[in-house]
Each structure stands twice: as C-alpha cells, then as structure tokens.
C-alpha cells in the first residue's frame, strides 16, 4: 500500500475493499503504524495514529487517485470494476497521527 496524500502528520491510503486490512481494523485495534527509512542516510521516522476507513463514496477518493492507482487496482472487464475512481472496491484508510518518533543521524567525514 502506497501512501496516496499526505496531510499535516496524517496520511491517506487507498486499499482494496475486500483486503483484510479492513477486518482487521473492524475487529481490533483501529490503530496503525508506518513507517519510512532514508536508505542514504538511515535517518527514520514512526507514525502511529487512529485509523478511520471509509467507503468508495468519499470524494477524496477522486483527488487521490491516479493512472497507478488503475494499473494496481486492474480492470476486471465487467464494467464495474475499471480500476477508476468509481470502482467499488477503493476505501480509504485514514491514519489520524497520536504520536511521532524519528531519528536523524547526521555524520560528519573526516
């Protein structure tokens, strides 16, 4: 899953419907962490947050989605499923940031 905006310290990601990221969601914890790494440089940060789905009528779904979002998504040739903004198994999730911890290294060469 591909972080599709970024808002402040909360992020948005679009997910197939039928993933189990959403049962697991429903049935625990509806928290997340992510997570992202500077291979440079080792520098990292950890955000962990309140998640909140929503379904395929949400209209930021349109302002998210991309010519990608289709190729990852398919076209099931149905003509419901296109891999469009209208498809109905695009959700998103939504990680509402409770807390931040990064680390910065920074080297000097000698």
Avoid: Y
Wanted: a positive charge.
């Amino acid at each position: 899953m591909a972080v599709a905006k970024r808002t402040g310290p909360d992020f948005l990601f679009l997910a197939n419907a039928h993933s189990q990221k959403f049962n697991d969601l429903e049935n625990g914890p509806p928290e997340a962490n992510v997570s992202f790494i500077n291979s440079s440089n080792q520098d990292w940060v950890s955000v962990t947050g309140e998640c909140v789905t929503s379904d395929n009528s949400d209209p930021r779904i349109k302002e998210v989605w991309s010519k990608g979002t289709k190729a990852w998504f398919g076209d099931l040739g149905d003509g419901v499923h296109t891999g469009g903004p209208e498809d109905p198994r695009m959700k998103l999730i939504e990680i509402r940031a409770k807390r931040k911890l990064q680390q910065s290294i920074r080297r000097t060469v000698r």
